[in-house]
């Protein structure tokens, strides 16, 4: 379709006496060289160029058959005039630079962090959007609240006090776009307040490790065990605020004790820390029963963090805090400051899903179908590989896999991508405690055969491990004892 004098986004230069048709020319053919109008861009009829630009037709006439004579477009009477010159652009030095190839896609990547994103209810989701569009004023289609449409906060409230056990109103309720943009301005909010040293799980996500760090906090560690977070080793922290994932510790999968709870609140107390609770994976719960939230036991000490991320999809972006009541104007504030608000429309479709019930629909379907997945894993693991030693299976979406003495972590990660098979080191989640190896492994997008070709494959790389130690253990034995005789 031809363009228009607007869409050229052309200016005729002062230049003088020059007369207006060789203004005219030199301005396409400066904006063919810069790659404004590339190869087989239909140039606007000489009658609209005319009229939009306020000059004779002629002038135009005679522009495009300067152009047409030089070689830079194509002109015929009675047809369209293309740009045919294709010449080099000059871009800036840095863009000529190629990009890292990709990286190529393993096989089979068990690697945890994603759902499966083949379950995202889309039927639900498009009936829901097209409620909200046909029933939504038209004045809510402008800028709502920063800090979240009030109807899926209200939806948040009633749904996370049913579920969770929160306590919390809609007005307590600050909707983010995921887990991490929400931890980020918690953090924020610590700095500003003088507080840097944050208490940290050892393991823990090294993503949120990594950002937690660039942000300008100080990390100090703290060890997890099969009760969860040793809360006496944080008191010897002296950290002011701890991040922490009760419900379903990653990667371990412990959840906090009873005990631990009670006592971790009453440092809270004490010491006037602050607890950001990470929901992580709380929904997705097979062998134990309910279990609520941290920050419905004291709510003036926890900020509790969350997303949909898992239940439905991460390209969504929607997640939310309850935070503390002394802590929510500033909350409000800062989210204003970074982003203005997320997707309205995605947080109405959402308020549609909690309210009409779809959302626990989804969610039960889900259960089950994650529940299958992990059993065919496990029942795997227990043909191929019956020592090694799961942890965290319980619940969540992973599982992590405690090697046998004498394998060595790296080496057998590094053997399993050989054949195909990507998973996670448990070494590139320790911070200062040292623990045994292991790997981090998730079912969510495993179908029962992948995870029999997975487990066979993991079984493969432990193999080639066994027999690469052994015969390194060989030489060592050979060479000592070449040693002692030549001694």
């Known amino acids: 379709m031809p363009l228009n004098a607007a869409e050229l986004l052309l200016v005729l230069a002062d230049q003088g006496r020059l007369p207006l048709r060789l203004r005219l020319a030199n301005a396409l053919r400066d904006a063919i060289r810069r790659g404004q109008l590339p190869a087989g861009t239909t140039l606007p009829s000489t009658r609209i160029l005319a009229n939009d630009l306020g000059l004779s037709r002629g002038v135009v006439v005679d522009a495009y058959a300067q152009l047409a004579a030089e070689g830079f477009v194509r002109s015929r009477p009675g047809a369209e005039t293309t740009v045919v010159y294709a010449g080099t652009v000059a871009l800036p030095e840095q863009w000529h630079k ?33 409620e909200v569009l046909t029933e939504l004023p038209d004045a809510q289609l402008g800028y709502c609240e920063p800090w979240g449409a009030w109807e899926l906060r209200r ?33 924020r909010l610590l700095l500003l307040s003088g507080t840097s040293r944050l208490a940290v799980e050892d393991p823990s996500n090294a993503v949120q490790r990594e950002l937690l760090s660039r942000l300008g906090m100080d990390l100090v560690d703290v060890t997890v065990d ?28 412990a959840v906090l004790s009873p005990e631990r709870r009670e006592r971790l609140l009453r440092w809270a107390s004490e010491s006037g820390g ?53 802590l929510l104007a500033a909350l409000r504030g800062i989210k204003r400051d970074d982003d203005f608000g997320s997707n309205a429309i995605a947080q109405h479709v959402l308020a549609r899903l909690l309210e009409s019930g779809r959302y626990d629909r989804h969610l039960r379907g889900l259960r089950r179908r994650y529940r299958e997945r992990r059993d065919a ?36 990660v590094a053997a399993a991508a050989a054949r195909g098979l990507s998973v996670l080191g448990l070494e590139t989640m320790q911070g ?56």
């Open 226 to 253: 099969g009760g969860g977070l040793d809360v006496d080793a944080l008191t010897a922290t002296r950290a002011r605020a701890v991040l922490c994932t009760p419900a379903h510790q990653y990667p371990t999968g």
């Open 98 to 130: 190629r990009s890292p190839a990709p990286r190529p896609v393993p096989e089979l990547d068990l690697r945890p962090g994603w759902p499966d994103l083949s379950a995202f209810p889309r039927a639900a989701w498009v009936t829901a959007t097209r």
């Open 274 to 326: 602050l607890i950001i609770e990470d929901d992580y994976d709380a929904e997705f719960r097979y062998e134990r029963g309910p279990l609520g939230c941290l920050q419905g036991m004291d709510p003036a000490r926890v900020a509790l963090v969350g997303s949909v991320s898992k239940t439905l999809a991460p390209a969504l972006r929607l997640g939310w805090v309850l935070t503390p009541p002394y």
């Open 377 to 412: 894993f496990l029942r795997a693991m227990e043909r191929r590989l019956p020592d090694w030693t799961v942890m965290g299976n319980a619940g969540g979406l992973h599982l992590t896999l405690a090697l046998p003495p004498g394998v060595s972590e790296g080496r057998l």
């Open 155 to 187: 939806a948040l409230a009633d749904y996370l006090s049913r579920v969770r056990g929160a306590m919390t109103a809609p007005d307590g309720v600050v909707v983010v776009s995921g887990v991490t943009q929400g931890l980020t301005l918690l953090c």
């Open 432 to 487: 200062s405690t040292v623990s045994g190896p292991g790997i981090v492994v998730s079912y969510a997008r495993a179908t029962p055969d992948m995870s029999e070709e997975a487990v066979t494959r993991l079984f493969q790389a432990t193999q080639f491990v066994d027999q690469v130690t052994s015969e390194m253990e060989a030489r060592v034995t050979s060479a000592a004892i070449l040693w002692q005789n030549l001694g």
